[in-house]
């Protein structure tokens, strides 16, 4: 396989994302085919216009041997292909065909960015390729969907009919609303992304003044974009789809003069229907405020060995677990003994009539204090459906200070819906109590409402001072 093109790669300048290193192919074989250059058989242009065409090169057997579709192009007997031809390909990128090529040679996922996997998924259903590609895929887009591609996550899983990747977006807007309205990529979100946003009954927001003053900032941006005069009547037409959504009635008085009604951005009809709190035509009639989330469950997907492999290379970041599948950041006891943690099992799915299943996950401890990795434990075993397991680290970690920011996450290597609340029988808000864990007798178990995903922190303490964290 080659591609005609400059081996740097451009990125949005303001993109904090990590960036997964590509894995060198496996073989010698893999390698001596793809980079065979002289005898491909095949070529590709790829992009949507004349100029910025690409042109990448490869062996047909090769994707037909992973593609009926490509197979069907290539082989058919009604209408054999001109080989002195090359095919056009205008709805993919020029990284992403290289990647699903590079996925035909070696059976292997290269991306390094979320970008170059959404269009690599998008090239695998588009081609049929396997559903195992797809799955890597999906993994990977899951576990880097937050904090910095929520956006993008929720455009592509709505126009690539993705459920499962479009709902746990959905969840972390919801889930993380303030915090997303002020990075600087809510700005260049899709006015369909945010409709949606504020279609939306629970957020964690402060009042709707946050809304408000979000889509303000938003409309600044297109204005900039689309090189639009600074008006009242270009704001206004901006915000014309979003401002029957906006609960402008059930911000307070205080609230009102400071935005909507000193900002000019209404009609004057409006603005004296809204100074004198009655509904008028064109604006949320709503006068209730936005309920607190609540996810009772999510949808995890399963990383492959070899993508796990390349979670561990990468430094601690914010992603999609510190969400989900995250607990205890805290400051911890003096002088303990960190045992493990007890997580929920999976929810059985209504087809299934079986009442366990083969658990596969990791369990990461980090010191993000020092920057350091405590603990790595993988745990595999037969579990029973909507229960709970104890999984203690492979080695016990003592923390003999008090300022420690010790941070757990689990990496799932299992797809499956697992829940995110509690019951308050299974362990009220601060409570800590004495039970056996893993064979150790009288051991604190510690449960905090705030935790994701972990129920129960284990731990002995190896002093008289108990210090329950924050």
Wanted: net charge negative.
């Amino acid at each position: 396989m080659s591609l005609s093109r400059d081996s740097s790669r451009s990125d949005s300048a303001d993109s904090d994302e990590p960036r997964t290193p590509r894995r060198k192919r496996s073989t010698y074989e893999t390698r001596f085919l793809a980079d065979l250059g002289p005898f491909h058989d095949i070529g590709f242009f790829i992009g949507q216009n004349d100029a910025d065409l690409q042109l990448v090169t490869c062996h047909k057997l090769a994707l037909a041997r992973v593609s009926d579709v490509f197979a069907h192009i290539f082989y058919r007997p009604d209408n054999p292909l001109d080989d002195d031809e090359p095919i056009f390909v205008q709805d993919i990128s020029p990284v992403a065909f290289e990647s699903m090529c590079g996925f035909a040679y070696t059976g292997e996922m290269y991306v390094e960015t979320f970008d170059e996997c959404c269009g690599l998924l998008y090239a695998a259903k588009k081609y049929n390729l396997c559903e195992e590609l797809r799955n890597q895929c999906r993994a990977y887009l899951w576990a880097n969907i937050y904090p910095n591609n929520v956006w993008l996550c929720l455009d592509f899983a709505r126009d690539n009919d993705e459920p499962q990747l479009y709902q746990t977006a959905l969840q972390i807007l919801q889930l993380k609303t303030s915090k997303l309205l002020m990075r600087e990529k809510f700005r260049k979100v899709s006015e369909s992304s945010l409709v949606t946003l504020l279609q939306q009954e629970n957020l964690s927001i402060a009042s709707e003044y946050e809304l408000y003053d979000a889509c303000l900032r938003w409309a600044e941006r297109q204005m900039d974009k689309r090189q639009l005069t600074n008006s009242r009547d270009t704001v206004r037409h901006l915000l014309r789809p979003v401002l029957p959504h906006l609960r402008l009635l059930a911000m307070s008085d205080e609230e009102l003069n400071q935005g909507p009604l000193a900002d000019d951005v209404l009609t004057d009809d409006e603005a004296v229907a809204l100074f004198n709190r009655t509904e008028v035509d064109g604006l949320c009639p709503t006068r209730e405020e936005r309920g607190q989330p609540r996810v009772d469950s999510f949808c995890a997907f399963a990383f492959s060995d070899e993508m796990f492999l390349l979670h561990l290379e990468s430094e601690y970041f914010e992603n999609t677990y510190d969400v989900f599948a995250m607990a205890f950041s805290s400051s911890g006891d003096f002088f303990s003994t960190q045992l493990g943690v007890v997580i929920p099992t999976q929810i059985r799915p209504k087809d299934c009539t079986d009442d366990t299943y083969d658990e596969d996950l990791t369990v990461f401890l980090y010191n993000c204090t020092k920057g350091e990795m405590l603990s790595i434990t993988r745990f595999k075993g037969e579990v029973r459906f909507d229960s709970q397991v104890e999984v203690p680290f492979r080695q016990p970690v003592q923390l003999k200070s008090k300022r420690v920011r010790k941070v757990a996450k689990v990496v799932f290597h299992r797809a499956g819906t697992y829940p995110a609340r509690y019951p308050l029988e299974e362990g009220k808000d601060g409570e800590l109590r004495v039970a056996t864990f893993a064979g150790h007798e009288k051991v604190k178990l510690w449960h905090k409402r705030s935790y994701n995903f972990i129920h129960f922190c284990a731990y002995t303490v190896d002093s008289s001072t108990t210090d329950k964290g924050d």
